[in-house]
């Protein structure tokens, strides 16, 4: 007999913040398998922050997520039975598996799972440093902001999944690291494990004058390359410390994602400071992702680039996680265990 | 003995809308020349917004423009008297000759002042299309829009000195050109005389919903790249229409020269857009002047390139002229005639 898969999907559509109500666990046994199809147990479902913006029904660079089918997600999971000869029982993959336990995809699609190697890193890492998160990281970083040595780079959410790698590429390349995150935790844990010069505790600044002045502070030659991933107050303190010719990669945006837009409050600080601003979604970037994998994945199986995991037990705590994430109670990359 | 100059000094910074008691006509006798110097008598100032924000104190990307000293401002005219061996009496000259009538100039710094060939193009236009205006459009079409054969370029302020040469250069590149100008006979000019697709008459449209239906009507298939002279709505409006991958040339926020910051509605349209920005001085970029002016200039030459000039006669009626190109009076290049 098939086993049961247990699967979370959208039932209505968030005004605003999202709610428990708006997700609902349903159970059915897996199907049988056709030719050409594999069959994945997932360990582990990836939460990202983007995830609220496709539960929105307006226009957006990807399609909506469908009401009343399972949540997509990436996963990373284990290959429990094959109907394809080019995978084998015992594979370890990644891929879109969404917000379930199980998951059925016929692998003669190019690149809908792609089989991984475990030997030197985590099966997890696969959905942060060397996935997703870390080649957004790596693309903003070295294709938008391009940091020279000694210049001053700035991430906000630098403790998350892609801030902290942002940081240690940045490291890396001999520029300044300054973080923003929420809390003494999250910015003594980016200082002193992930290695960045400062990091400002923006709970600890409520206004726009004690923010850019904590800036200044952490960033005394001026900020050169902003990657920004949460918009608001925060992009506006970094623009008033903005150096000539500075560059910001427009990776995220998440105080928006539950509400109205919030404007930016001098928009002609990007004529002032002759800057550059760029928005990207790292999925329409594959050609980049070889080369941005291969430094990742040896940067972390030599230990050079550190991560952090806030880890969600079981399918069913994947939406309190969810809502967790967009408030920032995660502490690293956000993952729901699923075995 | 020596011609008397009259020039025009600012004697105090506006608050807000700059007024004629900002200015103050100064008249003195040109000096002897020392040895290497040229003087020139001016026969044409140029007048441009760029000006309006050295009138200010703060931190801008150039100078304040210094209290009781003469308007600084670029000029063409001719050489009257020379002790330095690369200029003769009779040359014609542009360079940065300020709100008067007569300029002194020490020769041997490069680059300080230009001879030019008015042999096919008129001497007015080394301040306009075959200038820095047009050099300007050049940079942010070419260097930061580069639009394709049958993409939408939109440029506010179509009639002045660097909208027109953008919307032209955008044509002879085979984009749909879409214009904004302040009224009909702008409007007119800029479709009939310039040869631009469309143009709105931003005036009709008092609100961003307005604006934005008028954009879509022009830009059937939305905008892939905007040139942006205004700043405040209709740089909002053209954010609503905006294609994904496309490019907005920053050059000037006039809406906000006077006053506080126009806020951008809604930033996180860069992100979901995958729109990249980019704020530009063409001062800081000398390298690409002589390609620039090749094509400006023999556009001018053979006629494919029209422009329009707003002339104001005399040195005294400098300060009511810019005033009046502030709030959209000119129509074309704004020109001191002070021969």
Not at 72 to 91: H, I, Y
Not at 196 to 210: G, M, N, W
Not at 290 to 309: D, I
Not at 314 to 322: T, V, Y
Request: hydrophobic fraction near 45%; charged fraction near 20%; aromatic fraction near 8%.
């Amino acid at each position: 007999m098939n086993p049961i898969n247990a699967q979370i999907q959208l039932v209505s559509r968030p005004q605003g913040e999202p709610t428990l109500d708006n997700f609902k666990l349903v159970e059915a046994a897996v199907p049988e398998l056709a030719e050409g199809q594999v069959l994945i147990r997932n360990h582990f479902l990836s939460l990202d922050p983007y995830m609220r913006g496709r539960m929105n029904d307006g226009k957006s660079y990807a399609q909506p997520q469908p009401l009343n089918e399972v949540m997509m997600g990436g996963t990373v999971g284990e290959v429990v039975a094959s109907k394809n000869a080019a995978f084998s029982v015992g594979d370890k993959v990644v891929g879109m598996g969404g917000w379930q336990q199980y998951f059925v995809v016929d692998a003669n699609q190019r690149g809908v799972i792609q089989k991984v190697d475990t030997t030197h890193i985590p099966l997890s890492a696969y959905l942060g440093a060397v996935g997703m998160p870390g080649v957004t990281a790596w693309y903003g970083l070295v294709k938008i902001i391009n940091p020279k040595a000694g210049e001053t780079v700035v991430v906000s959410a630098a403790s998350g999944a892609v801030g902290s790698v942002v940081g240690q590429l940045a490291k890396a390349r001999g520029a300044r690291a300054v973080g923003l995150a929420g809390g003494a935790d999250k910015c003594r844990y980016v200082v002193e494990e992930l290695g960045f010069d400062a990091c400002i505790d923006y709970k600890e600044h409520r206004d726009l004058k004690s923010l850019s002045a904590a800036l200044k502070a952490a960033c005394p030659d001026g900020v050169d390359g902003y990657f920004e991933n949460v918009g608001g107050m925060i992009l506006d303190a970094v623009m008033l410390r903005a150096n000539a010719f500075s560059r910001v990669a427009m990776c995220g945006m998440i105080s928006g994602y539950n509400g109205e837009p919030i404007p930016m409050s001098a928009p002609q600080l990007i004529l002032v400071n002759r800057m550059k601003f760029q928005g990207f979604i790292v999925s329409e970037h594959m050609e980049v992702w070889p080369e941005a994998l291969k430094e990742l994945g040896g940067m972390v199986a030599t230990g050079k680039l550190k991560f952090r995991e806030s880890v969600a037990q079981g399918i069913a705590s994947a939406p309190e996680a969810f809502l967790g994430l967009l408030k920032g109670r995660n502490f690293g990359k956000q993952l729901v265990k699923l075995v």
